[in-house]
């Protein structure tokens, strides 16, 4: 199965570089993971709701770049939006959409980070699932260590395999 991770920004900071590779490494052995960084956009301090959606457009466009035209039923490509508002799953529930997914016949998985403004409409539209991990907000840099270690868990799980509790 390949992985794509498609999010928004540059990790800039080493304790999260390191534990992006860290779990890199891991999954190596599950999945073909590639992360695929576009360039974020800066947000004005007190920027007006209008200037805010420009943002995310600008973003979106440059994600949208790497998200094929069609996704879904009949092509092997699934797409997954990590929102707010998105479904909240458990660990074993998301190794079940995952091994649900690949039987499917879903071989290319895309999950998709928004910048610190979160997903422009026309991405969000892209989704065939829209995922949550909480109903707060946690820092994309971040989320990228969270939604890695959940996939390797997932792999963990759907194999069988021990992973801590």
Not at 13 to 23: H, Q, V
Not at 57 to 70: G, N
Request: one cysteine or more; glycine letters at 6%; proline letters at 2%.
């Amino acid at each position: 199965m390949k992985i794509d991770i498609l999010c928004v920004g540059k990790i800039k900071e080493k304790f999260y570089r390191d534990a992006l590779a860290e779990y890199s490494k891991r999954l190596n052995r599950y999945c073909t993971l590639n992360i695929i960084e576009v360039a974020d956009e800066k947000t004005p301090d007190n920027a007006s709701e209008t200037v805010e959606d420009q943002i995310k457009e600008k973003e979106a466009s440059r994600l949208l770049k790497y998200i094929p035209d069609s996704t879904g039923a009949g092509t092997d490509t699934y797409v997954i939006t990590l929102e707010i508002d998105g479904k909240n799953l458990t660990s074993e529930q998301l190794a079940d959409k995952i091994s649900n997914w690949g039987l499917d016949g879903f071989s290319h998985l895309i999950f998709i980070i928004g910048g610190s403004l979160g997903l422009h409409n026309s991405v969000i539209q892209k989704a065939n699932f829209h995922l949550s991990f909480s109903k707060m907000t946690f820092p994309h840099q971040l989320m990228r260590v969270i939604l890695l270690e959940q996939i390797y868990r997932a792999h963990r799980i759907i194999n069988n395999e021990p992973y801590h509790k």
